[in-house]
């Protein structure tokens, strides 16, 4: 059916955990489905080689990963010859108010403009507390802002606030739309 890249830039893993459940849910719908960091030159080597590419990053100091804009700024291009999509990982995408939703929006609309790519397919995930990873600096700084957030403050242990099922619908969603795309000039094929 075909090859989907699933490229991605991850600080303390929650987004490589959701790149690789994505993948699983691609490769269930009969794709091949290569994941990859976006640090690591087989992600940029692999876009060539994909009918379709996805590309996930996480949100920290209110900035996506400069991996990732890199990444894209250098592939933009190839990306949009493809069937394409992003994903962006959040604290604030787990928060269920009002500020937190025009934050989420701010975080896409800043993506977007930066980078000057229009994905064809979005979504936004909350992510993860992985106290377990910050040094001591961080885990002060994380444990304040959840205080205001989820209000999930004991450092002893990590939180995921990952809806997994809106994950694998967005993974389904994307299947359908390359799906859709198979023999069209954005399928790759000649017009
Ligand atoms: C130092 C730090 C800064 C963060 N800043 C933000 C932020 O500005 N807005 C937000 O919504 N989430 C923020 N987060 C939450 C992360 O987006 C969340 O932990 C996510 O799961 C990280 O994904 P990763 O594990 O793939 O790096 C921050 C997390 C850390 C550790």
Request: aromatic share 4%.
């Given at each position: 059916m075909g090859t989907i890249l699933v490229?991605?830039?991850?600080?303390?893993?929650?987004?490589?955990?959701?790149?690789?459940?994505?993948?699983?849910?691609?490769?269930?719908?009969?794709y091949d489905v290569r994941t990859e960091s976006v640090t690591d030159d087989a992600?940029?080597?692999?876009?060539?080689?994909?009918?379709?590419?996805?590309?996930?990053?996480s949100i920290h100091m209110g900035a996506h990963s400069k991996q990732v804009y890199a990444f894209v700024r250098e592939y933009r291009e190839d990306i949009e010859a493809r069937p394409n999509g992003f994903f962006q990982v959040s604290l604030s995408s787990a928060?269920?108010?009002?500020?937190?939703?025009?934050?989420?929006?701010?975080?896409?609309d800043e993506f977007v403009e930066e980078s000057g790519w229009h994905p064809e397919r979005m979504a936004a995930f909350g992510g993860a507390l992985r106290y377990s990873e910050y040094g001591f600096l961080t885990r002060m700084v994380m444990k304040r802002i959840a205080k205001g957030a989820t209000g999930d403050t004991d450092a002893s242990r990590d939180y995921e606030y990952t809806d997994w099922d809106e994950v694998e619908t967005f993974a389904a969603d994307f299947a359908d739309?390359?799906?859709?795309?198979?023999?069209?000039?954005a399928g790759g094929a000649a017009v």
């Open positions: 490229a991605y830039g991850s600080k303390e893993g929650q987004t490589e955990k959701i790149a690789g459940r994505i993948a699983m849910a691609l490769a269930a719908h009969g992600a940029g080597e692999a876009v060539a080689d994909a009918d379709a590419v996805l590309v996930g990053s928060l269920d108010d009002e500020d937190a939703r025009a934050e989420v929006a701010t975080y896409i739309f390359v799906d859709s795309t198979a023999g069209t000039a």
